[in-house]
């Protein structure tokens, strides 16, 4: 992944040495609403942070001043759309970092890149009908509800969820 920058964060590609930060994040069982199973050891979080290295498909975001990761944004191919260029997105922050901005700060660069650098004309993102943290971060970001699929997700412990649609297209 292509480093990014803002004020605040640098997105940056994953390090065997932020296992101990992606264990703080995804601890959480709050922060794993979206539907990942909580990290209940060290060991998992280091087996979770091989695949991120391996499949070099998600950024790490860091504080620029403290250089800790506090949370992650991953962009793929949204295989639903067709012929159309299209990618998907989710993301994950930690709880003690939620409700300053660090996650639209994020998503709005990574909306940037995705628009400018890459031949991408529309980009997704899915959130649970409980999850109101991103479905603001996604409105502040300028994504557009698009559709409801009801029972769309079925989560780590066989807990069916809607999934909730959003899209911001690069010719809005």
């Not at 932020?18 to 539907?35: A, E, Q, R, S």
């Not at 209940?40 to 250089?67: C, F, G, H, P, Q």
């Not at 997704?124 to 999850?131: M, R, T, V």
């Amino acid at each position: 992944m292509k480093k990014l920058e803002t004020s605040r964060l640098i997105l940056r590609d994953w390090q065997k040495t932020d296992v101990n930060d992606l264990f703080d994040i995804m601890k959480d069982p709050y922060v794993c609403i979206g539907g990942w199973n909580p990290h209940s050891t060290i060991e998992i979080s280091n087996d979770v942070l091989k695949e991120y290295i391996e499949s070099s498909d998600r950024w790490a975001i860091e504080l620029r001043e403290s250089k800790k990761v506090i949370g992650c944004i991953r962009l793929y191919p949204d295989n639903n759309r067709g012929k159309l260029k299209a990618k998907m997105m989710n993301f994950v922050l930690n709880k003690n970092y939620q409700g300053n901005g660090y996650m639209t700060e994020a998503v709005k660069r990574v909306v940037k890149y995705v628009f400018e650098d890459l031949d991408i004309e529309l980009l997704s993102a899915f959130h649970y009908p409980e999850n109101i943290k991103s479905k603001k971060v996604l409105e502040n970001c300028g994504f557009e509800y698009e559709i409801t699929i009801p029972q769309g997700c079925t989560r780590f412990d066989g807990k069916s969820f809607d999934s909730i649609c959003y899209c911001i297209s690069k010719f809005r």
